[in-house]
């Protein structure tokens, strides 16, 4: 199966600055990536779909990029609501897997 | 509105078994790949199984093999997870999800929480 591997594994900002998370892979998963940000106590939910485009309702300071086997989440400008745990996960190959989660907390 | 309820969490002793349900609404439900993710305490989403829209097809992750089997009833819009000699490893959040077939998550269920414990 294939491993995503995120970094870093947390990520000490402040509100107004920008984020930058990564998320590889260990073989080429085309552009078959999602990120996902949950908030505790809640279900994940879903950001960013097909490496770069975003779900339905996602502001558009969040963006992705990447193809192959690396891949990047931007944050724009940090919202004091967008301190949670980001998720990579490919869903090109069964079965599909998850990155183990970059944590953005409040500097 | 597209609902997924799952149920059948609990207390379990090691070595137990479990089947979870997960009841689905407000979609075709039988258009649409399930999914069983998990998450122990603190801990980061773990993938589980997954099953075709006709159940014809399913995966597993391979810490999980041999001891899941996931199943659907396409009348009852309901799909299942049973999990066999479970350990305290196994304690999470159980979630089901629904995609369509090679395409990303687009919605979750709230979760049920299996505590393996003695």
């Known amino acids: 199966e294939i491993v995503l591997t995120q970094s870093p594994g947390t990520l000490s900002l402040s509100p107004g600055q920008r984020a930058t998370l990564s998320c590889r892979a260990s073989q080429s998963v085309s552009s078959s990536l999602a990120w996902f940000q949950q908030i505790p106590g809640q279900a994940p939910r879903l950001l960013i779909y097909g490496a770069s485009s975003r779900a339905t309702g996602i502001p558009d300071r969040f963006s992705g990029s990447g193809s192959g086997a690396d891949f990047t989440l931007t944050i724009s400008r940090l919202e004091p609501e967008d301190f949670a745990v980001y998720y990579c996960q490919q869903y090109g190959s069964a079965p599909r897997t998850f990155g183990q989660g970059t944590r953005l907390e409040i500097k | 509105e597209v609902q997924l309820m799952e149920s059948g969490g609990g207390l379990v002793q090691p070595g137990g078994s479990l089947r979870l349900s997960c009841s689905a609404s407000?979609?075709?439900?039988?258009?649409?790949?399930m999914h069983w993710v998990r998450q122990a305490p603190g801990k980061g989403l773990e993938y589980v199984s997954a099953i075709s829209n006709d159940g014809g097809s399913t995966s597993y992750a391979d810490s999980l093999k041999g001891r899941i089997t996931i199943s659907r009833d396409n009348s009852e819009n309901t799909v299942f997870l049973q999990m066999s000699r479970l350990s305290p490893e196994d304690t999470a959040v159980y979630y089901c999800v629904r995609s369509i077939i090679g395409k990303p998550f687009d919605d979750w269920g709230q979760g049920t929480l299996v505590t393996v414990s003695s």
């Open positions: 407000g979609f075709t439900f039988s258009d649409y790949t």
